[in-house]
């Protein structure tokens, strides 16, 4: 049984095709990421036992926002210390156990809704699941990276708009399983919960089948690396725990985190924003579709800017983000104030697009500077700078809204100035780009090194 | 033609795995579309 997933198994043999590898990943991403949309679940979970209305037994939104809140937090810290677990027994393996966690989490979760038990609820869906979501996060990035080295931000991209598009498929599915279960006595949720569960394991556990790593030597036919040096793309490999050694860890993990940290801050607040900037004129059903077209620009975004990121090269796809995201978010006010609500709806989609794309370009870039070696562990890593922005952006967002509204503000020009203040947190992601430089050789791994440290081997160099 | 075969072969599975997460992609992309033109109504 453990030799079924060991690396030797899955190293695939000549003239296997790489384009099989994209629809593994998303076999993974398109379901983990149903996680975004775990609010539709919210109102029927504060019905369980009045069903119809709920009671004061009933459990209270602000007890049900743990379980999202705690899905978020174990899903960075399993990426962070399941990332050097996933090197060493690839990626079957990791997205196997990806598989139980979010499946299981589901039954887990719905075994909670049945016995009504809050702790249960959190601990299957928020910390199995967020496990779960964590893994299967970074488990495909890395082989994804090893099989398109000629299309890296293209490549890692595929999958991570998948993460995007899951809540797209998670959404109008767990809405149609509940309305297809509830009666008089069921809000339908635990049933949903459990068909997600089983409809989830399944296909997580299809991409863990069908994912394979390309043999060490392995090159895409007629493919050699360019022979233009270009610094910021090293040929060299840094160990996970030598890259934490580094400036440029840090410098990525503070410009992850400063994108991110301004995109949740304006996300969390659009629909509300656009209802109090043009009252009126914009219905709580417009504004829920003004927050479904962002999310479709979310998703675009991050194939369509990590796929141009291999073009334009990866820092300065960072500068664009930086540069072209301040001026637009400085904009949104204006456009507000002038009521020009589509070039507002326009800026906004472009400003969502970026967020996406900041996501979807960073394994890249961790592979350009630190080699594709440890590329999934020092990505797991550094997705701490995701769980950090997912509680600071909204904390500063509502923050400095409502110290506005005290000063006596008015609500629709309230967000004028955390507009402001996003943007500068984008000018601050800017000087952190500007500073990333290429790692120094001494943290380079000598090839001996491959051999000797954790038992990790490159692909294909396994010991049999 | 034994390699013929298995190319066709691979290539038909390349396509349903394809089919497989675009198609439930496609649907979800669909419903969310339909939501947003309630932002041009």
Known sequence: MADFFRKSRITANAGFNRWLVPPAALSVHLCIGQAYAFSVFNDPLTRVLGVSAPTAADWKLTTLGWIFSLAIVFLGLSAAFGGKWLEKVGPRLTMFVAACCFGGGFWVAALGVYLHQIWLVYLGYGVIGGIGLGLGYVSPVSTLIKWFPDRRGMATGMAIMGFGGGAMIGAPLSVLLMDAFKSASSVGVMEAFLVMGGLYFVSMLIGALTIRIPPADWQPEGWTPPRVENKMISQNHVHIDQALKTPQFYLLWLVLCLNVTAGIGVLGQASVMIQEMFKGSVTPAAAAGFVGLLSLFNMGGRFFWSSASDYLGRKNTYFVFFVVGACLYALVPSMGMIGNMAMFVLLYAVIMSMYGGGFATIPAYLADLFGTQYVGGIHGRLLTAWATAGVLGPVLVNYIREYQIAQGVAKADAYNVTMYIMAGLLVLGFVCNVLIKPVHEKHHMKHDEFDELDGIYPAGEEEA | ?41
Request: aromatic share 14%; proline share 2%; glycine share 8%.
């Open chain 2, 1 to 41: 033609m034994e390699n013929g075969k298995q190319k066709s072969g691979s290539l038909v599975w390349l396509v349903l795995f394809w089919l497989y997460v675009t198609l439930p992609l496609l649907w979800g992309v669909a419903s969310t579309l339909k939501k947003a033109l309630a932002l041009f109504d």
